[in-house]
């Protein structure tokens, strides 16, 4: 494995190919991670890479990245950077095609050793629906216990550049897109989360089923369960701004709520919104929360008290106007 020393420059390097758009991302002086630039399909972070199928490294507005076509492209690293690491953070860039006719599941992001007879694995897939928009799919199957966060209301577009991430640590499993948190359940292990040795395979599940159309960028993974400000895409840089949801108004989630009701608003200039709470009878739960905001920012509204039903939220500012409906549920 690299050294911390040799992670932090490789991470230099990153940043230093990304000068038009730069990132803002931090690596504790204990965390050791790699970054894999997918840009060739000779090697990629050191490792030694076998090709399947037909991808191809094409010049995209991130620079060069690499294609899978959705039905037969992937690349197996000979790696598992995971290791034997307790906790851990697996980020992606990547962006998904309007495959929705061709390849609407891939698992396009598999960590395992293929010849453990459990298959014990860490995965990222997606799942694509009839309006070609995808939603995240984060699994993990343990020594003695599996997990996927799935949920089919949480969409976003596809042919724009994404971040997905997810974390583990004291048996908590999250996802997270373009640095909002979406689900998070937990998952135990007895021995082992996965085998030490492994590979990894990019664009399809490793036994070379469940194929992704698009295009890939960048793999990360910490022995560290990051946080969203310390992920290589982060809610204040400018290249999240490339990556954030590029549809209408802020997005309200989840759905049902339970202890918290999250906003996700944006904009490239500084803002002020106010935000206000009703019950079904008009009642005010929450008045008048006022936030300033540049980029992408998320408000987090405790719910934990509320009675179970509907509520309304509403958001105004120079940029949105936006009434929403919102279930809580204990």
Same mark, same amino acid.
């Given at each position: 494995?690299?050294?911390?020393?040799?992670?932090?420059?490789?991470?230099?390097?990153?940043?230093?190919?990304?000068?038009?758009?730069?990132?803002?991302?931090?690596?504790?002086?204990?965390?050791?991670?790699?970054?894999?630039?997918?840009?060739?399909?000779?090697?990629?972070?050191?490792?030694?890479?076998?090709?399947?199928?037909?991808?191809?490294?094409?010049?995209?507005?991130?620079?060069?990245?690499?294609?899978?076509?959705?039905?037969?492209?992937?690349?197996?690293?000979?790696?598992?950077?995971?290791?034997?690491?307790?906790?851990?953070?697996?980020?992606?860039?990547?962006?998904?095609?309007?495959?929705?006719?061709?390849?609407?599941?891939?698992?396009?992001?598999?960590? *395992?050793?293929?010849?453990?007879? =459990?298959?014990?694995?860490?995965?990222? #897939?997606?799942? $694509? %629906?009839?309006? &070609?928009?995808?939603?995240?799919?984060?699994?993990?199957?343990?020594?003695?216990?599996?997990?996927?966060?799935?949920?089919?209301?949480?969409?976003?577009?596809?042919?724009?550049?994404?971040?997905?991430?997810?974390?583990?640590?004291?048996?908590?499993?999250?996802?997270?897109?373009?640095?909002?948190?979406?689900?998070?359940?937990?998952?135990?292990?007895?021995?082992?989360?996965?085998?030490?040795?492994?590979?990894?395979?990019?664009?399809?599940?490793?036994?070379?089923?469940?194929?992704?159309?698009?295009?890939?960028?960048?793999?990360?993974?910490?022995?560290?369960?990051?946080?969203?400000?310390?992920?290589?895409?982060?809610?204040?840089?400018?290249?999240?701004?490339?990556?954030?949801?590029?549809?209408?108004?802020?997005?309200?989630?989840?759905?049902?709520?339970? *202890?918290?009701?999250?906003?996700? =608003?944006?904009?490239?200039?500084?803002? #002020?919104?106010? $935000? %206000?709470?009703? &019950?079904?009878?008009?009642?005010?739960?929450?008045?008048?929360?006022?936030?300033?905001?540049?980029?992408?920012?998320?408000?987090?509204?405790?719910?934990?008290?509320?009675?179970?039903?509907?509520?309304?939220?509403?958001?105004?500012?120079?940029?949105?106007?936006?009434?929403?409906?919102?279930?809580?549920?204990?």
């Amino acid at each position: 494995m690299k050294t911390l020393l040799q992670c932090k420059f490789l991470l230099s390097l990153f940043l230093l190919s990304f000068i038009i758009f730069p990132i803002s991302a931090t690596v504790s002086d204990t965390t050791y991670c790699e970054i894999w630039d997918i840009n060739s399909l000779d090697s990629t972070g050191g490792h030694s890479i076998t090709v399947i199928g037909n991808p191809q490294v094409v010049d995209s507005d991130l620079g060069n990245a690499v294609k899978f076509d959705g039905d037969g492209d992937m690349l197996l690293v000979d790696a598992n950077p995971v290791g034997d690491a307790k906790e851990f953070t697996v980020e992606v860039i990547f962006k998904p095609d309007a495959a929705y006719s061709i390849s609407n599941d891939p698992r396009f992001i598999h960590i *395992q050793d293929p010849d453990d007879p =459990i298959e014990k694995r860490i995965m990222i #897939e997606l799942r $694509i %629906n009839a309006q &070609n928009k995808w939603y995240l799919d984060g699994f993990m199957k343990t020594d003695i216990g599996q997990l996927a966060l799935i949920n089919d209301t949480l969409t976003h577009p596809t042919e724009e550049w994404m971040h997905a991430a997810i974390t583990f640590k004291d048996n908590v499993f999250k996802t997270y897109v373009n640095g909002i948190e979406e689900l998070s359940n937990t998952v135990e292990y007895n021995e082992d989360i996965i085998n030490i040795t492994g590979k990894t395979s990019i664009g399809a599940r490793m036994n070379e089923i469940k194929w992704y159309s698009g295009l890939v960028k960048t793999l990360k993974i910490s022995h560290k369960a990051l946080e969203p400000g310390e992920f290589i895409v982060n809610q204040s840089s400018q290249i999240f701004d490339h990556f954030t949801l590029r549809e209408a108004g802020p997005k309200v989630f989840p759905y049902p709520a339970d *202890q918290f009701v999250n906003i996700a =608003i944006g904009s490239t200039e500084k803002a #002020e919104a106010q $935000i %206000n709470m009703y &019950n079904i009878t008009g009642e005010t739960v929450k008045a008048d929360e006022s936030i300033l905001y540049e980029g992408i920012n998320l408000l987090r509204m405790n719910t934990g008290h509320l009675s179970e039903g509907v509520y309304y939220i509403s958001l105004s500012s120079d940029n949105y106007s936006l009434v929403e409906s919102i279930i809580i549920k204990h």
